[in-house]
């Protein structure tokens, strides 16, 4: 419920008990992260947003970490850009802020723009949050149907990834293979083929490289480095793969609306790049506590 839910008070009132036990027993340069799980609509609300960073204001933990239910990697352009602000307010209250599950170019962007410190997600999976049907009873499970979590492998520089078999028919269009192929043999030596067999191999390098680029470019210049690199590879792959002749009406419609989303996400981030934004603090991995 935002700045309303009375469980904010119950977790407000922990932290102090709670850093004064650390230091009690030795423990002063641990640092303390504070957990703030939330819809992503609460974020937004300028009223629950007020009343969070009061509520916060003032109390010994090191990072504030996000987790915004209902946002992710696969969140739209106006959603991306009214939750990033929303971060960005986050920051009055003068610590760094970690936003968990997410990914992809949302993700990037995040960090490039200096909305937040850090980002955490896992290797292909945990880049979007949703705890809207915690209160339902799971699905049954069809007959037949294998445990687990389908795997889904992403199309390089395109924000999205496919199931294998949706895979399979950008593969069958002329020229797909091509677009599908990661073309960096540090990453995949055997091209397409090591990236089906070793998917989140390819996953986690290609995140592992983007992040890695991002740091090494001065803070200044972070954001105009994510949009002539990350958005332009984006806008070209999404164009070349929805010019593709696909058979599949589905596949073919996501091709589309993911090329949309793209470009409606380079004028996006465009326009965030011209606002004037604080540069964020370092993550805490130790408390200044300590001696």
Same mark, same amino acid.
Request: proline content about 6%.
């Given at each position: 419920?935002?700045?309303?839910?009375?469980?904010?008070?119950?977790?407000?009132? !922990?932290v102090v008990p709670l850093r004064a036990a650390l230091d009690r027993e030795g423990g002063g340069h641990i640092a303390?992260?504070?957990?703030?799980?939330?819809?992503?609509?609460?974020?937004?609300?300028?009223?629950?947003?007020?009343?969070?960073?009061?509520?916060?204001?003032?109390?010994?933990?090191?990072?504030?970490?996000?987790?915004?239910?209902?946002?992710?990697?696969?969140?739209?352009?106006?959603?991306?850009?009214?939750?990033?602000?929303?971060?960005?307010?986050?920051?009055?209250?003068?610590?760094?802020?970690?936003?968990?599950?997410?990914?992809?170019?949302?993700?990037?962007?995040?960090?490039?723009?200096?909305?937040?410190?850090?980002?955490?997600?896992?290797?292909?999976?945990?880049?979007?949050?949703?705890?809207?049907?915690?209160?339902?009873?799971?699905?049954?499970?069809?007959?037949?149907?294998?445990?687990?979590?389908?795997?889904?492998?992403?199309?390089?520089?395109?924000?999205?990834?496919?199931? !294998?078999?949706?895979?399979?028919?950008?593969?069958?269009?002329?020229?797909?293979?091509?677009?599908?192929?990661?073309?960096?043999?540090?990453?995949?030596?055997?091209?397409?083929?090591?990236?089906?067999?070793?998917?989140?191999?390819?996953?986690?390098?290609?995140?592992?490289?983007?992040?890695?680029?991002?740091?090494?470019?001065?803070?200044?210049?972070?954001?105009?480095?994510?949009?002539?690199?990350?958005?332009?590879?984006?806008?070209?792959? !999404?164009?070349?793969?929805?010019?593709?002749?696909?058979?599949?009406?589905?596949?073919?419609?996501?091709?589309?609306?993911?090329?949309?989303?793209?470009?409606?996400?380079?004028?996006?981030?465009?326009?965030?790049?011209?606002i004037e934004r604080p540069t964020p603090p370092a993550l805490n991995r130790r408390s200044a506590r300590q001696d």
């Amino acid at each position: 419920e935002g700045g309303n839910d009375p469980l904010l008070s119950v977790d407000r009132g !922990a932290v102090v008990p709670l850093r004064a036990a650390l230091d009690r027993e030795g423990g002063g340069h641990i640092a303390i992260d504070y957990a703030l799980v939330l819809p992503h609509t609460k974020l937004m609300d300028a009223g629950h947003r007020s009343r969070i960073i009061r509520s916060l204001a003032g109390l010994p933990f090191d990072n504030l970490i996000v987790r915004l239910s209902g946002f992710g990697a696969s969140a739209g352009p106006q959603t991306a850009k009214r939750t990033l602000l929303a971060l960005a307010d986050l920051q009055r209250l003068g610590l760094p802020i970690l936003l968990d599950h997410i990914g992809g170019l949302i993700a990037t962007a995040a960090v490039s723009f200096g909305f937040v410190s850090g980002i955490a997600h896992g290797i292909g999976e945990r880049e979007r949050f949703d705890a809207r049907t915690w209160h339902k009873p799971p699905k049954e499970r069809e007959p037949g149907s294998s445990f687990g979590r389908a795997t889904y492998i992403p199309l390089p520089g395109f924000d999205k990834s496919f199931k !294998a078999k949706d895979l399979d028919v950008i593969l069958g269009a002329q020229g797909g293979r091509r677009l599908v192929s990661c073309q960096d043999r540090s990453c995949c030596p055997k091209g397409l083929t090591s990236t089906l067999d070793r998917p989140k191999a390819h996953i986690a390098h290609q995140r592992f490289k983007t992040m890695n680029e991002l740091f090494q470019t001065p803070d200044s210049r972070r954001a105009q480095h994510f949009l002539d690199t990350e958005m332009r590879i984006a806008e070209r792959k !999404a164009g070349d793969l929805a010019r593709l002749k696909i058979g599949d009406e589905k596949v073919a419609k996501s091709l589309s609306d993911g090329r949309r989303r793209i470009d409606g996400f380079a004028r996006t981030f465009e326009t965030l790049a011209e606002i004037e934004r604080p540069t964020p603090p370092a993550l805490n991995r130790r408390s200044a506590r300590q001696d």
